[in-house]
């Protein structure tokens, strides 16, 4: 296995460019600050690389949990180099949009060797962090923590009705074992939950918007570049909830991909998604209990021998901490899981947004014995 701070080369002709930005908007909240780093396919490369975070990153996130075990594993992420460039020149075509949601407290791109394999081939991403919500939000200058206020509430609620579940086990593999009935119980209790799960679809929509008002911008980067008639949303965790949840919001979402995320409140247990989505999971009851038995565009796919954490970089650039969180489990190869993410989530963004179609099906072969795709 190559080493944990590696970071593997995407497939894609095209060279990888970033910029950061921000935006700020209004809702039944207050004013809602959103930043991101977009990622573009470019021809070159300059002398800025990316390193995964940067030292005043890792500050925030050791001020905010000084005596976490995670301190080390961060403060290594310094070390990881990108196959990212900020400034590098985009190239000269159009491309489809994709934006890319977090799970909660995590940084804006954790799944950002996912990232870097769909824009070698030719998407823009979009990565959002939520001020207060990310463990760190980059607003121009400023550099924002994460909230307490914002994320104490979440986390209680849903560890308080996990607990309380007649399912409950301390193995923290326990809620992979949950019947239909008890996931459903617990998400449609869960409204805290429920409500920032719609709240960040709604900002997947505003960076959309975002994305469309630049492309008409002669000034910016993204001038003429924007595809704008079929965008894709994807994520890990909450995020990835979040992503779907915005297909049934805007009809211009068109595809999104859901990395073991939960769909709180129940939301989508009765309709029909509007459009297709592939969902990740270690559990056929979690898919059902999200989606239920009978959404023809719902794609479900099942990793055996994962955890939620492996749906992210952590496969690779965290994988023996996760281990060890998990003692006695036998687990995939992280390497391996993020290969599965790249090829699954980059064919299925093909098929729907490009309408290129190789075939799903055909990478159920390459990855025999390890995923189960339900479609």
Not at 88 to 101: G, M, P, R
Not at 194 to 200: D, V, Y
Request: proline share 3%.
């Amino acid at each position: 296995m190559k080493n944990k701070y590696t970071f593997p080369k995407p497939s894609g002709k095209f060279s990888i460019g970033y910029y950061d930005d921000y935006i700020k908007y209004e809702n039944e909240y207050g004013d809602r600050y959103l930043g991101f780093r977009c990622f573009y396919p470019s021809n070159n490369k300059t002398n800025e690389q990316m390193t995964y975070i940067d030292e005043e990153m890792y500050k925030l996130f050791e001020d905010l949990a000084p005596s976490s075990p995670a301190c080390d594993l961060y403060k290594g992420f310094i070390k990881i180099k990108t196959n990212c460039y900020m400034g590098a020149k985009i190239n000269e075509f159009k491309h489809n949009v994709l934006i890319y949601s977090p799970g909660y407290n995590t940084v804006p791109w954790a799944n950002l060797v996912q990232i870097e394999e769909l824009v070698s081939n030719g998407y823009i991403v979009f990565a959002v962090a939520r001020e207060g919500e990310s463990f760190c939000t980059i607003l121009g200058e400023k550099r924002a923590p994460r909230r307490v206020e914002l994320f104490g509430p979440f986390i209680e609620e849903v560890i308080k009705y996990m607990m309380e579940s007649e399912e409950y086990s301390p193995d923290p593999m326990f809620v992979y074992n949950w019947s239909v009935e008890g996931i459903q119980s617990y998400l449609d209790k869960c409204v805290v939950a429920t409500n920032r799960m719609e709240l960040w679809a709604k900002d997947i929509i505003k960076v959309i918007d975002y994305s469309l008002e630049k492309s008409k911008d002669i000034t910016h980067i993204l001038y003429n570049k924007v595809n704008n008639d079929r965008f894709g949303a994807f994520g890990n965790s909450f995020g990835g909830s979040a992503s779907v949840y915005a297909s049934q919001i805007d009809d211009r979402v068109v595809a999104t991909v859901n990395l073991d995320g939960w769909i709180y409140g129940g939301k989508l247990l009765s309709s029909e998604l509007k459009s297709p989505a592939l969902i990740f999971s270690k559990s056929i009851n979690h898919f059902l209990a999200s989606y239920g038995h009978n959404n023809s565009n719902a794609i479900s796919l099942i990793i055996d021998k994962t955890v939620n954490e492996y749906m992210s970089d952590c496969s690779i650039i965290a994988e023996d901490f996760i281990k060890n969180n998990y003692k006695g489990e036998d687990l995939i190869d992280g390497r391996i899981m993020s290969c599965i993410m790249n090829d699954f989530i980059k064919e299925f963004f093909n098929k729907n947004l490009l309408l290129s179609d190789k075939g799903i099906e055909n990478l159920c072969l390459k990855y025999d014995k390890k995923v189960q795709l339900k479609i």
